[in-house]
């Protein structure tokens, strides 16, 4: 019997172009430099067919947009820095990587102070020094 082949160590175009996703948003990130979305497809070697997928579903959580043409990467991007923690948690499915939350107003609030003794001081404060 013949011994099976496995693809095991051979990377895909897929996980390929990922990984180039990964470098060129960390680089990006680390330097806050805007970017359009054409560098980021380029850089990544994504398909004209693929991008708008990736875009939607992987990386709408890591890329601002600044202005029509030029994006940043989000601080979103912080949790996912390394390779291992982006390849398990954003390029596997289509992830909420960060949520939206609503803000509360209240028109009273109620404080309180709480003063604790110092009773473990060698030398008291004393007032008026």
Known sequence: MKPRRTRKGKQSSGVASQQAAFEFLREKYGTQELFSLDQFQAAAGFTDESIGTYLS???????VEVSSDKYRVSLAFRRYA????FRDSVVTQNRILTHQYSSSSYENVVMFEFFMPLRNC???LKSGH
């Open 57 to 63: 579903k992987q990386f709408r959580d890591l890329l």
């Open 82 to 85: 390394t390779w291992p923690k």
């Open 122 to 124: 060698k030398h008291p």
